[in-house]
């Protein structure tokens, strides 16, 4: 496992603790995580965005839902990734 990947699980779970706490920054956080993996392909890539928005959605639900209306505006073509975003 890469170094970068460590740092990011490591922040991921710190914010995913402390959401209630950090709200704005954990939901800045959540933000360029996904803006991050939303420049890959995969199902990796496509759970860890799906995961992150939950983690949004706890904290700002209208948020989520733009987020994710925004991603099926852009991101259309990736259907593995739309099939994902179902669940929500």
Do not use: C
């Not at 800045?28 to 991050?36: G, L």
């Not at 890959?40 to 959605?57: D, V």
């Amino acid at each position: 496992m890469g170094t970068n990947k460590i740092i990011d699980e490591t922040k991921f779970s710190f914010f995913k603790r402390n959401k209630k706490i950090l709200p704005s920054q954990s939901i800045e956080y959540f933000q360029e995580r996904i803006n991050e993996n939303l420049s890959h392909t995969g199902e990796s890539s496509y759970l860890r965005i799906a995961e992150t928005i939950g983690q949004i959605k706890e904290i700002n639900e209208t948020l989520a839902q733009e987020l994710i209306t925004d991603i099926r505006t852009n991101y259309k073509r990736r259907t593995k990734l739309m099939s994902i975003l179902n669940r929500f």
